[in-house]
């Protein structure tokens, strides 16, 4: 019998699959990880890192929308120091829209690590496993970074490990006392960790990645990747509510994912029956799914002169609307 294309990949995990129930920890996955590596002939001799040689690179970043953002100006200077290496992006399913159009890497992969609830570490980290197997050991990358600085509550970390790649690059886990205690031993997911104890914006953070690779930083500006379509949305948005180009426009984000990072809806109430009656602006409320209630209950304690899209725009469609407003007021969210 002819076997499938994948059957030695299949095999070797289904051998370790029964391990893998009680892969909690960072020295466990190294243990089978290297055994499955090596079986598979994914390890190359010697540990030299050689930028010369890396022609496929992995990116991890499974963060909210803010530290996403932030990581426009790495994933822009990474392309300008390997123009021609293929780059895969791997980001959360909500995050897919944010970096979609982005133009330096190759593409985006999505994975949920958190989609089943009170799952214990050794199954997320089997799923990341699963992910490499399916969507990652064919690239056969020779770099896999994690440019993460905080602790790793997402556990990036095991999936830029069980990627394959010879090389890997992460912050290192004693950087700061918290992700000392919460991320522990996963240094030993890295063969080379970068210390950045010193206090850093997190755009320089991701960009002394680069320059530990050896580039130089030309730009360290942010950037969002939008097309022709999220502006024409943004705009029928405006036009519907007879929001004209010559009015002022600003934009309230009253929502952020836990309650106590929002300012009371009494206050965004006040401050836009103020600005309404005082300035004649025209007031648009903005947020993802989920915090729609938010939005009616705002627009009918402020009234008329209110524009309330949360949760009907992509976050490209909210950035474009954005564009046109001369004010943003919000919480501590993306």
Known sequence: MKRRPGYLIDAATSGVRS????????????????????LLGMRRQGSTFDLSRVRCVLLVRLDEIGD?????????????????????????PAIYNLVECCPYVNEVLTYNWNS????????????????????LWRRRFDLAMVPRWEEDCYHASYVAYFSGAP????????????????????????????????PRHEVERSLDIIRFLGGTVHETRLELWLNAEDADVASRALTAE???????????????????????????????????????????????????A?????????????????????????????????????NDSG
């Open 19 to 38: 391990a893998l129930v009680y892969l909690d920890s960072p020295d466990k996955a190294v243990v089978i990880g290297e055994f499955l590596f090596r």
């Open 68 to 92: 996403v953002t932030l990581t426009a100006p790495f994933l822009r200077e990474l392309r300008r120091l390997l123009p021609d290496a293929w780059i895969s992006l791997v980001v959360k």
């Open 116 to 135: 089943l609830r009170y799952v214990g570490r050794a199954q997320r980290h089997w799923r990341a496993l699963h992910l490499a197997v399916r969507k």
């Open 167 to 198: 090389w890997r690059l992460g912050y290192s886990e004693k950087v700061g006392e918290f992700k000392r205690r919460f991320n522990r031993g996963f240094d030993r997911l890295f063969t080379h960790v970068l210390d950045g104890t010193a």
């Open 242 to 292: 007879h929001v004209a180009p010559t009015d002022l426009v600003v934009a309230f984000g009253p929502g952020a994912a836990v309650p106590r990072r929002r300012w009371p809806l009494d206050h965004f109430a006040a401050l836009g029956a103020w600005l309404i009656t005082e300035l004649k602006a025209r007031l648009v409320l903005i947020g993802g799914p989920g915090e729609e």
């Open 294 to 330: 938010l939005g009616k209950e705002l627009q009918r304690r402020i009234g008329a002169g209110v524009v309330d899209v949360v949760g009907r725009l992509t976050l490209r469609q909210s950035a474009a609307l954005l564009k046109r407003a001369h004010l943003y007021i919000g």
